[in-house]
């Protein structure tokens, strides 16, 4: 617009002076009805344009102070009369966020300047391994717009082959707008063909607090607290692994006796979209709000961690987390990938009434994500990468399960999650991690509208509440910029051969319905307000042992309560210190009759699995296996307090000669012993009939 106005400028001033030189009165009349003619056009396209820009963007408050960038020498400052933030340059670290005059918010105690807001990522060479850090500083940087109503700046790095950084091409932004309380970022990362192999195992962004204002944390209605501080975990004691220690001697008192854990605070990536952390004085909270889980990886139930003690705050666009190694981002040399991460937005706020109540700002933050959850996809960032809502497409369709024995016809796929993701095998998506996925949940009647989608070739994915297994959509999805596509036909068919015999557990990729002990009396269980699941403590999978000290789980088919006597996670068994072995679980039943020629089914769904190796036995305890599913799972599920980590499901044929008449037994056995964390978790087990 600026650059327009110049030239018209220009195109004026020589008018002018071609004026001068005319003759006749009318060659005056006719220029300057020229020029008049162009004022008008600028005029029209220039309050076009700023219409425009508040039609986009209900962000930008026309009544606020312009936003300002000053440059200095070491960094730029971005600041819009609410928020002020520093940069370096040109690798475009965080140094300061400062809100409504506050102080810095950052911690400028015990961080250097480019380690207290920041970019990065971990990834290994291929083939040597081995985890390096790199914070994709910028090596030059480029302002590329700044107007009153927008800064956005753009830190750059190209690779070359002589650098040790990743084999990447970033482009870091970051973007403030007019009367916003907070500020953007967005990163563009690209790699090209004929670069080296490697492998991404993390990325994200990381905030480090002040250390004496912020003492609050919240990541969800219930799991709201006063944090410990980071020098009660250097008093405290360290438990199992490094990230758990026990509070010896914390500053605050009533935390003696508790575990901290940073994976007390994860969160599934479909319920992560604000957390952070409340100062009392000044009453004033810092948020992450992430708009969008387009660009994070895994599914829905992917988790991953969100703030934690340091004060930290966190927005992980990808890790192994709950997973394992298999949600690597692996790339060969051959392969070109580029992926926007982002944008999130920093949101800072705060209540001038004297009510400390730190609600306030939680319920305010949650406000304004449901606000840049409705503007999402953005408008205003200005990368070409980052693809805008005309250029998006939707999937439309009505998800059915065909499960003969519970409904003779189809019935519709109520409060499903379906979801669009690189193509690959059925349940290919929970390890998916380089492309974009686009999940929603189905309504009672199974219909689903996936909105935004960013063109490119997908498949179509869905799990069902209630129903075993995985579905893929038979073809394709192809989405161009507009396209409307209506995904015909979306019938789920139940992975079911005959009649349930008997059943254990709820199909819903979780352990969350069997029994989870209270922790040891040794770890003091912190009081919140609300009550939070049982399951998000330290040192559960020392309670089995607790419960059954001198033999195994055996669960009776009729008599037996999954809620009670079933424990949530098969794990080992300590003899001795670092000495553990296999546990083995039996379920007894009783058939009345058995059709020795046909094959019953046993139906055998894994929440988690961590490096472990099931193995199934019928009526013989010394038998050979009659299955074993290999060695599978490092997604670490249970260490990190979780009931789900990546899903395992195998159908599995019992030969009717297997069984006999009268009581029977499933000898479980998980034969890996490594640890205290070598486990699986069941979803759901049944039995099923001859068809
Ligand atoms: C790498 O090579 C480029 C030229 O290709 C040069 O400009 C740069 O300084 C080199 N960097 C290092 C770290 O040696
Ligand atoms: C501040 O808190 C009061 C309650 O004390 C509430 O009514 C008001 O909406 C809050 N203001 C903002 C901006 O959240
Ligand atoms: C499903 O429910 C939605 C919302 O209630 C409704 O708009 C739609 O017409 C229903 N579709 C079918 C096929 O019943
Ligand atoms: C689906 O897309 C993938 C990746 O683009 C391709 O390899 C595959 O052949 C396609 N499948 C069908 C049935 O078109
Ligand atoms: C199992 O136990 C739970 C909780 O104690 C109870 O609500 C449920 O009714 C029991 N189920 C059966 C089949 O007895
Ligand atoms: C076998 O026993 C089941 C109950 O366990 C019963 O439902 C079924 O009718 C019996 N079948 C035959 C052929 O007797
Ligand atoms: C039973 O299962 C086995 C192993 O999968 C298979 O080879 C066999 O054909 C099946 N028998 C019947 C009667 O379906």
Not at 147 to 170: C, D, G, K, Y
Not at 346 to 365: E, F, M
Not at 640 to 652: D, K, M, T
């Amino acid at each position: 617009m600026i650059f327009l106005a110049k030239i018209v400028l220009e195109m004026i001033e020589r008018m002018g002076r071609l004026m001068a030189r005319q003759r006749h009165w009318w060659n005056h009349y006719l220029i300057l009805g020229v020029a008049l003619q162009l004022f008008f056009l600028v005029g029209c396209s220039q309050s076009l344009h700023s219409k425009k820009l508040m039609e986009d963007n209900n962000q930008v408050d026309l009544s606020s102070p312009a936003v300002q960038l000053l440059r200095q020498d070491q960094h730029v400052v971005m600041s819009n009369g609410l928020v002020s933030i520093t940069l370096t340059v040109p690798g475009g670290a965080i140094t300061s966020v400062t809100y409504k005059g506050s102080d810095n918010l950052l911690d400028t105690q015990d961080r250097r300047e480019d380690d207290r807001g920041h970019w990065n990522i971990f990834w290994s060479k291929v083939p040597e391994g081995g985890t390096l850090v790199d914070n994709l500083e910028g090596t030059s940087y480029k302002i590329i717009v700044e107007n009153e109503n927008q800064i956005e700046i753009s830190f750059t790095r190209i690779w070359t082959s002589n650098s040790s950084n990743a084999p990447l091409n970033v482009d870091k932004r970051y973007v403030m707008l007019r009367g916003s309380p907070g500020f953007y970022s967005y990163a563009v990362l690209e790699r090209l063909k004929g670069w080296p192999a490697f492998d991404i195992e993390g990325g994200r962004i990381v905030f480090k607090l002040r250390k004496d204002k912020f003492h609050y944390m919240a990541m969800s209605n219930e799991r709201q607290r006063i944090m410990p501080t980071s020098g009660d975990r250097l008093t405290g004691k360290i438990l199992d692994y490094k990230e758990a220690v026990l509070l010896t001697n914390p500053t605050n008192p009533e935390f003696k006796g508790e575990v901290d854990d940073k994976y007390f605070y994860s969160c599934d990536n479909q319920d992560s979209q604000v957390h952070g952390w409340i100062s009392s004085d000044p009453h004033m909270g810092f948020w992450m709000i992430t708009p969008s889980n387009e660009f994070r990886t895994g599914g829905p139930n992917k988790q991953d961690l969100t703030s934690h003690v340091g004060p930290t705050v966190l927005a992980v666009f990808m890790s192994r987390h709950y997973v394992g190694k298999d949600i690597d981002l692996k790339f060969q040399t051959e392969e070109y990938w580029k992926k926007v991460l982002g944008p999130v937005f920093v949101y800072l706020n705060t209540n001038s009434s004297t009510n400390s109540d730190p609600s306030l700002l939680w319920n305010n933050a949650k406000q304004r994500m449901q606000k840049e959850i409705e503007n999402w996809p953005y408008s205003f960032p200005l990368s070409e990468d980052f693809v805008k809502a005309n250029k998006r497409g939707t999937v439309s369709g009505q998800l059915f399960v065909d499960d003969w024995y519970k409904n003779k016809h189809v019935m519709p796929g109520a409060s499903a999650y379906v979801g669009l993701a690189s193509p690959g095998a059925t349940g290919s998506w929970q390890f998916q991690s380089k492309g974009y996925q686009f999940w929603t949940q189905t309504n009672h009647n199974g219909s689903f509208l996936i909105k935004n989608v960013i063109p490119g070739t997908y498949n179509l994915f869905a799990w069902v509440f209630g129903t075993l297994g995985d579905y893929k959509y038979s073809s394709n999805i192809t989405i161009y910029p507009g396209s409307n596509v209506k995904a015909r036909n979306v019938v789920f068919k139940a992975p079911r051969k005959g009649p349930t015999l008997w059943e254990i557990g709820i199909p819903d990729r979780s352990a969350a319905e069997f029994f989870i002990p209270d922790p040891s009396p040794e770890f003091k269980i912190h009081k919140y307000r609300v009550e939070i699941e049982k399951f998000r403590q330290y040192g559960l999978w020392t309670r089995y042992q607790d419960l059954y000290p001198q033999n195994d789980l055996v669960f009776t088919i009729g008599t037996s309560n999954y809620t009670k006597d079933w424990f949530f996670a098969h794990v080992t068994r300590k003899v001795r210190n670092d000495v553990f072995i296999p546990t083995i679980w039996q379920i007894l039943f009783d058939l009345k009759n058995v059709s020795q020629g046909a094959n019953y089914t046993l139906q055998l769904a894994l929440a988690s699995a961590n490096n472990a190796e099931l193995q199934v036995r019928l009526n013989n305890r010394k038998s050979p296996p009659d299955f074993t599913t290999g060695v599978i799972g490092k997604d670490n599920a249970l260490a990190r307090h979780g009931v789900r980590g990546s899903y395992h499901f195998y159908s599995i044929d019992v030969a009717g000669s297997k069984l006999v008449v009268g009581r029977n037994i499933i000898y479980l056995t998980q034969v890996r012993s490594e640890g205290p964390f070598t486990e699986v978790m069941y979803d759901y087990i049944s039995l099923e009939g001859p068809a």
